[in-house]
């Protein structure tokens, strides 16, 4: 049961749906009050399923240059009432300027027609 337990850890290392959570959750299930043969080996590898990455696996890395970043194809009718949803997680490891510019403002978003006008964000 254990190289069972590690076969299912490492595939989930690369793909672990709602589908298989819920069947490895049903295994964990108990009738009475003692729990099912094999819980502790199930939550150990739950656990170290949970557990198993420390960074992101897909980042961008931009270096604060004035060119770094996503640019995208103008929207059609930016800026608008209607809205867009922007959400991000932000790791900042430096507010210094690789550039030494003066008066250097760290930018996290930009949301610019080519005219110029939309919306930014300093710190």
């Known amino acids: 049961l254990s190289q069972l337990t590690f076969l299912v850890r490492t595939l989930s290392e690369f793909t672990f749906g709602v589908r298989e959570l819920k069947s490895l959750l049903r295994m964990m299930q108990s009738d009475r009050d003692t729990r099912p043969r094999?819980?502790?080996?199930?939550?150990?590898?739950?656990?170290?399923?949970?557990n198993f990455h420390q960074e992101p696996e897909v980042y961008f890395?931009?270096?604060?240059?004035?060119?770094?970043?996503?640019?995208?194809?103008?929207l059609p009718g930016w800026?608008?009432?209607?809205?867009?949803?922007?959400?991000?997680?932000?790791?900042?490891?430096?507010?210094?300027?690789?550039m030494e510019q003066p008066n250097y403002r760290p930018r996290i978003f930009s949301f610019l027609t080519s005219e110029q006008a939309g919306l930014e964000f300093f710190l």
Do not use: A, C, I
């Open 79 to 98: 800026p608008t009432l209607k809205g867009y949803s922007f959400v991000t997680w932000l790791r900042l490891e430096s507010l210094d300027d690789p």
């Open 61 to 74: 890395d931009f270096n604060g240059s004035h060119h770094s970043g996503l640019v995208l194809p103008e």
């Open 38 to 50: 094999n819980w502790s080996l199930l939550m150990d590898s739950l656990q170290k399923m949970v």
